[in-house]
């Protein structure tokens, strides 16, 4: 059982940053894959960044690529999404996302999950 929490959400203006974290709990592993997800009113949550087993690569949604960079730090048991030059189509609720694969975009694949945290970009 792992127990994910996001925090670092808010509201900031078009072309500012945010930088959001995932602090994990209970049966951590370094061998997690952690992603970043949103979902946005209206629409199907969609895949934004993760973070392979030991932190060895990355992936981006290509609406992101060159704006936003995952990390994780498995001593400390967190994950962050640095988000920069945000755009309001970046409003959306963020959720962080744990699971064994090893490596996805697809939100089923995904075992645990935060409870999200918004992120609302005003133009």
């Known amino acids: 059982q792992v127990q994910l929490v996001e925090s670092g959400g808010g509201l900031v203006q078009a072309g500012g940053s945010l930088r959001l974290s995932c602090a994990a709990s209970?049966?951590?592993?370094?061998?997690?894959?952690m992603g970043w997800f949103r979902q946005a009113s209206g629409k199907e949550r969609e895949f934004v960044a993760g973070?392979?087993?030991?932190?060895?690569?990355?992936n981006y949604a290509d609406s992101v690529k060159g704006r936003f960079t995952v990390s994780r730090d498995n001593a400390k048991n967190m994950v962050y999404l640095q988000m920069n030059s945000l755009k309001p189509e970046d409003t959306a609720v963020y959720y962080c996302?744990?699971?064994?694969?090893?490596?996805?975009?697809?939100?089923?694949?995904?075992?645990?999950w935060g409870q999200g945290t918004q992120v609302t970009v005003s133009s």
């Open positions: 973070v392979s087993w030991f932190g060895a690569s990355t």
């Open positions: 996302a744990a699971g064994f694969a090893v490596s996805t975009t697809v939100p089923g694949r995904y075992e645990y």
């Open positions: 209970g049966r951590t592993s370094s061998r997690l894959t």
